[in-house]
């Protein structure tokens, strides 16, 4: 099933709101997509993704990264992500759609996508920046979020200082500039009963050969 995914062609445009993070360059777009539509596009990501419980190697011992996750992306975009070596599945037709509009919105020519799935609030992402060498000097990435709102924290890697920006059900986040260089972020895990949210990060991958 292929879905559409604006009414209004003009709420790809919304106005988005600049994250205040000196050193970085942040917008985040609420209501990117329609509230029924992303529930639309998150059922169908549930049900139709190649979910993977990938692990992680940390002292020594091999362990589950906290939450479900997907590789899609043209075929020469091999990633390393976090010691995981992922070859990408195939476009499916809704990522095409989601990927073309960032690609709109960004103006970047997006060709891989890693969507991350947290079933409940113990699923996490730990603090990173996306900076692999994959990804070249000041990389631009779009994230959409799909299900349960999370706080989306960013730390300032000499100052420490935090900001924090509630990732909602339908809106685009967008990194650019030097944010991977002075800051990291990250999804920490809550001990309140929530819903699953599915978050699609669209990145363009250089080669490094
Ligand atoms: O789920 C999120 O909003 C963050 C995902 C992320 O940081 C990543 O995939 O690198
Ligand atoms: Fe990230």
């Given at each position: 099933m292929q879905l559409p995914l604006f009414t209004d062609a003009k709420a790809a445009k919304n106005s988005p709101i600049t994250l205040p993070l000196p050193e970085a360059e942040v917008r985040y777009y609420p209501q990117?997509?329609?509230?029924?539509q992303?529930?639309?596009?998150?059922?169908v990501f549930e049900s139709t993704l190649p979910w993977r419980q990938d692990t992680i190697r940390m002292y020594g011992k091999y362990l589950d990264v906290p939450r479900l996750q997907a590789w899609h992306g043209d075929p020469e975009c091999l990633y390393k992500y976090s010691g995981?070596?992922?070859?990408?599945?195939?476009?499916?037709?809704?990522?095409?759609?989601?990927?073309?509009?960032?690609?709109?919105?960004?103006?970047?020519?997006?060709?891989?996508?890693l969507a991350n799935w947290y079933r409940h609030g113990q699923d996490s992402m730990s603090m990173h920046a996306?900076?692999?060498?994959e990804l070249g000097p000041n990389p631009v990435v779009a994230s959409?979020?799909?299900?349960?709102?999370?706080?989306?924290?960013?730390?300032?890697?000499?100052?420490?200082?935090?900001?924090?920006?509630?990732?909602?059900?339908?809106?685009?986040?967008?990194?650019?500039?030097?944010?991977?260089s002075h800051?990291?972020?990250g999804i920490a895990k809550t001990t309140k009963h929530i819903g699953g949210r599915i978050n699609l990060t669209f990145r363009h991958l250089i080669s490094t050969k």
């Open positions: 990117w997509i329609s509230s029924e992303a529930n639309d596009y998150q059922g995981i070596k992922l070859a990408p599945q195939p476009w499916t037709p809704e990522l095409a759609v989601i990927r073309d509009k960032c690609i709109e919105v960004c103006d970047i020519p997006f060709n891989s996508v996306d900076d692999e060498p959409v979020t799909f299900g349960e709102s999370r706080p989306f924290v960013f730390k300032h890697k000499e100052t420490g200082a935090r900001f924090t920006q509630i990732l909602e059900h339908g809106s685009l986040l967008v990194m650019g500039e030097t944010t991977q800051y990291l972020h």
